[in-house]
Structures are given as structure tokens and as C-alpha cells.
């Protein structure tokens, strides 16, 4: 079975300032994927960046970064130069072949930005 | 525009009336799912879909029902709903082909049973 979990239930960040976001997971496998989502107040959920098991360089997309450490088993999510609009709730997911292709996703983290 | 649409994004009923939330994709995508979410449960799969006339239960399937019978809608029934599926529900679908193929999703339905 897999598992995710973001151990930070809140978090504040100054506005421009860079806050980081935690995400572990546990699972058997060894091809997999990790996948960070955002979801403002008004509820949608929007992909924000991919992280594959076998890549080598962590993913980038813009101001997110993906802080993968493959050995502890940890896919933090980085994001630079915070703005007012990066307020929301953020969630890590992973996705295996051994476990059907299902999205497994953490409890979440409530980032609020401050101006 | 590509887009994931669930409907009605907002309902309300009690308890032992049937319902019904529609998906529709417009992207081709072959695999599609349901989503509950909970606050501090994060989200968790109830079915979900390879493709047409494929379903399987997901991690929290008991009361509700799927189907697939097209390949870009995957209705999600509730027979007879209790207060604690109460919740917001998400559909999502991506392409089947590729591990880094992202899920789109739906805005979302809030439902309330009373």
C-alpha cells in the first residue's frame, strides 16, 4: 500500500519570501510519480508540477520547484517569491503501476501568505 | 477549452433520495475517477474508470454506484444517500498512457445530505 503525508497542517509565509512545503511517502515500489495540486478557496484543484521516481534532476515549473530526496522518501514543494494569490491548500499525490494507477493523495497544507 | 465538468455543483437532499452527479470530458481522456473529499482526510478514490465499460472500486466505494457507458461520461450514483456522504466530490480524467500524465479535474460538487 501507499501512503502520503504532509505533516504541516498550516503554514504562514511572508509575501516574496520562499516557503517550503513537506511531503513523505511510503510505498514498495520503485517506478512512481509525485504530483503536487493546488486548491484555492474557490475549490478547483490545479496541477502544479511532476516529479518521476527515475528522474534525475528535480522538476521545476516556474516559481515551484520539487525538492525530491529519493533515499527518504521525501517530494517537498519549494515555492519562490510568495505572492497573495498562492493562498490556498496544497496537496502532494503519488501514483505507482503496482497499485493500479490509483492517485493516492496526502491530508493537505493550508499556505497563507501574508502581505 | 479542455476541461473536466461535473454537475450540479452545488446540491442538497435527504436522506434515501436518489441521485445523480454527471462528469463529462472532452479531451479523450480513457481513464476517469471519483474523488471524495474530507477535511484532514485529504482525497480519496471511490471508483474509477480504464476505460469504456471498465470500473473499479477505489478505496471508499461502498454507496456509491458508476458507469461507463461512453467513453467522455462517468456518471457517479447514489442510491440512497446517508448524511455521512456528505462531502465534496471531484471527477478527474487523464490519458491512460504515460506514468507523468497529470489528472484534470472538475470543479467540484458540494453535497449535503440531510
Known amino acids: 500500500a501507499q501512503k502520503i503525508t504532509q505533516t504541516q497542517p498550516g503554514m504562514f509565509v511572508q509575501e516574496k519570501e520562499a516557503v517550503t512545503l513537506d511531503c513523505t511517502y511510503d510505498?514498495?515500489?520503485?517506478?512512481?510519480?509525485l504530483f503536487w495540486y493546488k486548491q484555492p478557496s474557490s475549490g478547483e484543484m490545479i496541477f502544479l508540477i511532476y516529479q518521476g521516481s527515475y528522474d534525475e534532476q528535480n522538476a521545476t515549473e516556474g516559481r515551484y520547484s520539487l525538492n525530491f530526496q529519493k533515499a527518504r522518501k521525501s517530494a517537498n514543494l519549494v515555492i519562490s517569491a510568495s505572492q497573495l494569490g498562492d493562498s490556498a491548500m496544497y496537496f502532494c499525490?503519488?501514483?505507482?503501476?503496482?497499485?493500479?494507477?490509483?492517485?493516492?493523495f496526502g491530508g493537505g497544507t493550508r499556505l497563507m501568505v501574508k502581505p | 477549452e479542455a476541461q473536466v465538468t461535473q454537475n450540479p455543483r452545488y446540491l442538497i437532499t435527504v436522506t434515501g433520495k436518489k441521485l445523480t452527479v454527471t462528469c463529462s470530458q472532452n479531451m479523450n481522456h480513457e481513464y476517469m475517477s471519483w474523488y471524495r473529499q474530507d477535511p484532514g482526510l485529504g482525497l480519496r478514490q471511490i471508483y474509477y474508470?480504464?476505460?469504456?465499460?471498465?470500473?473499479d472500486k477505489g478505496d471508499v466505494p461502498e454507496g456509491y454506484k458508476v458507469s461507463r457507458k461512453e467513453k467522455r461520461n462517468f456518471p457517479l450514483i447514489l442510491e440512497s444517500p446517508s448524511p455521512n456522504q456528505t462531502s465534496l466530490y471531484f471527477c478527474?480524467?487523464?490519458?491512460?498512457?504515460?506514468?507523468?500524465?497529470?489528472?484534470?479535474f472538475g470543479n467540484g460538487t458540494r453535497l449535503t445530505v440531510t
Open positions: 499525490a503519488m501514483r505507482s503501476n503496482n497499485a493500479g494507477n490509483m492517485l493516492t
Open positions: 474508470s480504464m476505460n469504456v465499460e471498465v470500473t
Open positions: 478527474a480524467s487523464r490519458i491512460s498512457q504515460g506514468p507523468n500524465s497529470p489528472l484534470h
Open positions: 510505498t514498495s515500489d520503485q517506478s512512481y510519480g
